[in-house]
């Protein structure tokens, strides 16, 4: 008789333990699509903003040459000035940038990949022993109701 139930709690342990496997490994699947979507969506955004970026101040970088162009008098000082000025901008990017975009882009995506939202691997094995754990003990309380009786 006791061989039994502990054969029928060993039986028990074990399907946890592949339930909670198949949970698991689940669970980071679907974590790795919504990071993956997330990702890709980001990237989406980038280039289509990014390009939309770049039209608009091709044009305006354009007619503040040729407006530069004109109050000057000579065409190419007006492109001249706005090359500089974008020369003078990549430098800054160079020596001071470099950092900011790195924290940017780390914290960003740090957000993308990690929601406050997902829980824990850690917390949600320890919600699983604890439902097992009140399981074993509901079955032991019934277990002496019945040898009571």
Do not use: C
């Not at 949600?124 to 109701?145: D, G, H, M, P």
């Amino acid at each position: 008789m006791a061989f039994s139930s502990l054969k029928e709690s060993l039986n028990r342990v074990v399907d946890r333990v592949e339930e909670f496997s198949i949970s698991t490994a689940e669970y980071y699947k679907l974590r790795l699509f919504k990071s993956t979507m997330k990702g890709a969506i980001s990237l989406v955004n980038l280039l289509v903003y990014g390009s939309l970026s770049l039209f608009v101040m091709l044009f305006i970088s354009i007619g503040a040459a040729f407006w530069l162009g004109t109050f000057f008098e000579h065409q190419y000082v007006g492109f001249l000035l706005i090359g500089a000025f974008y020369g003078i901008i990549l430098i800054f990017m160079f020596i001071y940038g470099r950092k900011i975009i790195e924290r940017n882009l780390l914290h960003k995506f740090s957000g993308l990949l990690y929601d406050e939202e997902d829980l824990d691997p850690k917390i949600a094995a320890e919600n699983e022993l604890n439902e097992y754990q009140e399981t074993l003990q509901e079955n032991k309380i019934k277990k002496e109701n019945i040898s009571n009786s």
